[in-house]
């Protein structure tokens, strides 16, 4: 059974602070999403990652991939206050395309 | 382009109703699916679609059925409401099954509360 595991589930930061997000995951998949949940909102997409080694950035966030350690991270550099959100990691589940997902990072960014 | 869209917003049954949850999306996806997210526990699958006339079981089917007899709807119906699926709902849509590059789009939720 696939399991998705996010750590911490809730993190309190200040701004310009950097910090990491990690989702775990428990079986073998070459692909993950992370996507973000402003309170009250819908899901929106932040990063596709493809491949082992993959990174991507966009802004203050880089996510990277490690196929292997079956470990993803979600960098936050020098945080700001419209970064607070929800940040989810999710794996695709064999051919199928379910998505497993993690249970969240509820990220608040004080000035 | 609307995106996917979900009707209602906001819903209160009695334990026992049933009720319909509409989705559509107007992007000409293929793949639809219903998530359930609950505190704590991140999103759920409930039911999938890889296209018209064709659905299939997620994670949590127990009393929810699925039907996709157009490209662009997919409702969910709850065919017994019961306080345990006091929920908000999404609903999501990529443009097909098992491309690497597929992101999912999601609706803007229904908040369900079952009394």
């Known amino acids: 059974e696939l399991k998705v595991e996010q750590n911490p589930l809730f993190l309190s930061m200040q701004e310009g602070k950097n910090y990491t997000i990690y989702c775990n995951y428990s079986t073998t998949s070459d692909r993950l999403y992370w996507y973000r949940q402003d309170p009250g909102k819908s899901l929106e997409s932040l990063f596709v990652?493809?491949?082992n080694g993959a990174v991507k950035q966009e802004g203050r966030l880089m996510a990277s991939l490690d196929t292997k350690a079956r470990l993803s991270t979600l960098h936050i550099t020098a945080a700001v206050h419209d970064l607070s959100a929800t940040y989810f990691c999710?794996?695709?589940?064999?051919?199928?395309?379910?998505?497993?997902w993690g249970a969240g990072t509820k990220l608040i960014i004080k000035p | 382009n609307a995106g996917v869209t979900q009707t209602p917003k906001f819903q209160v049954l009695k334990t026992g109703q049933s009720m319909t949850l509409q989705c559509a999306q107007d992007m000409n996806h293929e793949y639809m699916s219903w998530y359930r997210q609950d505190p704590g526990m991140g999103l759920r699958l409930i039911h999938y679609s890889v296209g018209a006339g064709i659905t299939d079981q997620g994670e949590v089917p127990n009393g929810y059925n699925v039907s996709r007899s157009t490209t662009e709807d997919f409702p969910l119906r709850l065919l017994s409401a019961a306080p345990s699926q006091t929920s908000v709902y999404f609903c999501?849509?990529?443009?097909?099954?098992?491309?690497?590059?597929?992101?999912?789009?999601f609706g803007p939720g229904t908040r369900l509360t079952v009394l």
């Open positions: 990652l493809l491949s």
């Open positions: 999710a794996v695709p589940m064999d051919s199928n395309y379910q998505l497993i």
């Open positions: 999501a849509s990529s443009y097909s099954k098992g491309a690497s590059t597929d992101t999912q789009y």
